[in-house]
């Protein structure tokens, strides 16, 4: 595999491509009109446009793509995550124009695409489900007496959903045929399938996902968990590996379940299985993601390998270079996603222009991004700016890493997600570990936010005054000033030192 055409943008695309040329193999870039002067478009090799700036006119124009591979002499296609990724359509049709998908086969993407099939698969591995149906709902009197049994709350699941669309909490059974219709409604207008399930509503969940790699020779391991339990409308902001509560055992009970998860399917490739676990330590199988998350780099901090790197190795047909023994935590990592969405505002998108963007640097910290200063970002996609990623010899210290790169980062012209994520990670529940996937409603309100915003007003107008009085002052030496000092970082310098 010689040349590799990367179908994505932003920064996963630049992340593959700095494999890619670690590896000695070139890359083709494609990128919308929008996306025309990306970095991500200059570091390929060679970069080709494939139309206009919505996803539907050039990322999914999955025909198009193929034949430029022709054109090129492309050996293979990573998809990255989202836009065809876990297109199993997408997946057989590269497979027949003779090229390789750097990613599982179509038929694993169908199994484990559907949550209900999934369920299904994995059913003679005696791994934890949830309680509930394992067939799509089809007779509401029926459902309603299995959801009695069950036991309310319960969950209504599109099968074919994700980022909680077609998804419905039933706290009474009196609600139960309202919610259900609208679930089959929003899976139906979502996905293009109707099909729902039910099943027991954890009511304090943590999300707990495992990595694990596949070859085609029948070898499969773990690389150790991943809690991404803080989010916000059921997509996560801060992730860490590994996780805060589990033991040594358990961690090893699940990374058994997840290998056999992917043995149930005929797995091939990165790939991550999620389950959700409870307050009294049980776990179940939620679903299995077919492609590399947005997460992987802490993964990647804790265990030394390069899952990129991993992955082509497999998609050339090459056996894993080690063993399940072979691998070691080492130390801990946390990620931030660092969104352009107002906190303050329900965390809804912010686009715009970023007047300044400067990335933070030293010791145990790494940026995934794909903007550079002066850029706009695109109203067209997912509005993540970047990832944020810190490593540390235990938890506190990559902890306190990740809360002192928040503070060096500096960027202006659009709401970020960093508030919040500092906030999260100062907070007494997160930092024992005592927290779930309802971090938000339970600790987060906007004032907290705008209160921290009206400090960091004062202090600046302080600041401001204590350098106009030093000017005034011969010989006074001014280190500070409020037009070069980001909010975030003039905040954090008056605590360490309110002296000035």
């Given amino acids: 595999m010689q040349k590799i055409l990367i179908a994505n943008r932003g920064e996963i695309a630049l992340r593959i491509m700095r494999t890619c040329r670690d590896m000695g193999i070139s890359t083709v870039a494609i990128y919308s009109e929008a996306d025309r002067n990306a970095p991500f478009v200059r570091y390929a090799d060679e970069a080709v446009c494939v139309g206009p700036p919505p996803s539907s006119e050039s990322y999914l124009l999955g025909d198009k793509i193929i034949e430029l591979c022709k054109k090129l002499n492309v050996d293979g296609i990573h998809p990255g995550y989202g836009f065809l990724s876990e297109n199993a359509s997408f997946a057989r049709k590269v497979s027949e124009a003779g090229l390789t998908l750097i990613g599982p086969s179509p038929e694993a993407m169908e199994v484990m695409g559907s949550k209900l099939a999934a369920k299904a698969?994995?059913?003679?591995?005696?791994?934890?489900l949830v309680p509930g149906t394992d067939e799509a709902v089809t007779d509401v009197e029926e459902a309603k007496q299995i959801a009695k049994e069950v036991g309310f709350p319960i969950l209504v699941k599109a099968s074919a959903g994700g980022g909680g669309k077609g998804m419905r909490i039933v706290e009474k059974e009196e609600e139960f045929v309202d919610q259900l219709n609208r679930a089959v409604s929003e899976a139906k207008s979502a996905f293009g399938d109707g099909s729902v399930f039910i099943e027991r509503y954890v009511t304090s969940p943590r999300h707990i996902e495992i990595q694990v790699l596949a070859d085609t020779h029948g070898n499969v391991v773990h690389l150790f968990e991943r809690d991404c339990s803080v989010q916000r409308r059921h997509q996560k902001v801060i992730e860490e590996a590994p996780s805060a509560i589990l033991t040594p055992e358990l961690r090893k009970e699940m990374g058994e379940s997840a290998v056999n998860v992917a043995k149930s399917c005929n797995y091939v490739g990165a790939g991550t299985v999620e389950f959700i676990f409870d307050e009294n330590h049980n776990y179940y199988f939620l679903e299995m993601n077919t492609r590399l998350q947005v997460e992987h780099p802490v993964t990647e901090q804790i265990t030394g390998?390069?899952?990129?790197?991993?992955?082509?190795?497999i998609a050339r047909g090459e056996k894993l270079s080690f063993t399940q023994e072979d691998l070691k935590i080492q130390g801990h990592a946390f990620e931030v996603r660092v969104?352009?969405?107002?906190?303050?505002?329900?965390?809804?998108?912010?686009?715009?222009?970023?007047?300044?963007?400067?990335?933070?640097?030293?010791?145990?910290?790494?940026?995934?991004?794909?903007?550079?200063?002066?850029?706009d970002i695109p109203i067209y996609y997912d509005p993540m700016i970047s990832k944020l990623i810190t490593y540390g010899k235990d938890r506190e210290e990559a902890r306190a890493r990740m809360i002192r790169a928040i503070d060096d980062y500096k960027i202006s012209g659009v709401s970020t997600t960093l508030g919040f994520c500092k906030f999260a990670l100062e907070h007494e529940a997160f930092i024992k570990g005592e927290f779930d996937t309802h971090f938000v409603k339970h600790?987060?309100?906007?004032?907290?936010l705008e209160s921290h915003n009206v400090e960091e007003e004062e202090i600046a107008a302080l600041l401001a005054a204590r350098i106009a009085h030093s000017k005034k002052k011969p010989g006074t030496a001014v280190t500070t000033t409020a037009s070069t000092a980001s909010p975030i970082q003039t905040t954090s310098n008056w605590k360490r030192n309110r002296t000035l």
């Fill in 339 to 375: 969104y352009a969405e107002d906190p303050t505002n329900n965390f809804l998108p912010d686009i715009g222009n970023l007047k300044t963007y400067k990335a933070p640097e030293g010791p145990g910290i790494r940026v995934d991004d794909g903007f550079e200063e002066g850029m």
């Fill in 121 to 128: 698969a994995v059913k003679d591995y005696d791994i934890p």
């Fill in 305 to 313: 390998i390069d899952l990129v790197r991993e992955q082509i190795n």
């Fill in 443 to 448: 600790y987060f309100t906007p004032d907290v």
